[in-house]
């Protein structure tokens, strides 16, 4: 005791609570990013299929390139932008989830290594203590 004053700390168990509870709020806010990611990523991959699927029936109900009308050339175009935009997007989309999904591994990584540090501070020493 220095100075009439005497140092504690906490329980090794309620500090591995601490991190674990603070880990696990990290992860549940990377989930929740990562999850609307895939959302997002799923409703545009469903609208670029509509698009094309739009941009083909026009072509196919509007005759030959030369012979469609002014609206019809427009429509096709307008659709072919949208779904060339929109797969940007989900390539936009895809780097995120990949940085989300290191997140995570890194988060794996640093619980298990807590683990196994909580495991060799717990386990007994050569002459049987703790």
């Given at each position: 005791?220095?100075?009439?004053?005497?140092?504690?700390?906490?329980?090794?168990?309620?500090?591995?609570?601490?991190?674990?509870?603070?880990?696990?709020?990290?992860?549940?806010?990377?989930?929740?990013?990562?999850?609307?990611?895939?959302?997002?990523?799923?409703?545009?991959?469903?609208?670029?299929?509509?698009?094309?699927?739009?941009?083909?029936?026009?072509?196919?109900?509007?005759?030959?390139?030369?012979?469609?009308?002014p609206e019809d050339e427009s429509e096709i175009s307008a659709a072919s932008k949208e779904a060339a935009s929109a797969e940007l997007?989900?390539?936009?989309?895809?780097?995120?989830?990949?940085?989300?999904?290191?997140?995570?591994?890194?988060?794996?990584?640093?619980?298990?290594?807590?683990?196994?540090?909580?495991?060799?501070?717990?386990?007994?020493?050569?002459?049987?203590?703790?």
């Amino acid at each position: 005791m220095v100075l009439g004053i005497r140092f504690r700390t906490r329980a090794q168990q309620r500090d591995q609570q601490g991190d674990r509870a603070r880990m696990q709020s990290v992860r549940d806010a990377v989930m929740a990013a990562r999850s609307s990611a895939e959302r997002e990523r799923e409703g545009l991959r469903l609208r670029i299929a509509e698009w094309y699927d739009r941009a083909v029936a026009i072509m196919d109900t509007s005759g030959e390139y030369g012979a469609r009308s002014p609206e019809d050339e427009s429509e096709i175009s307008a659709a072919s932008k949208e779904a060339a935009s929109a797969e940007l997007r989900v390539r936009e989309i895809a780097r995120s989830i990949a940085v989300f999904d290191g997140i995570l591994i890194q988060l794996d990584e640093a619980e298990h290594a807590s683990g196994q540090q909580a495991d060799a501070t717990a386990s007994p020493g050569p002459d049987g203590e703790a």
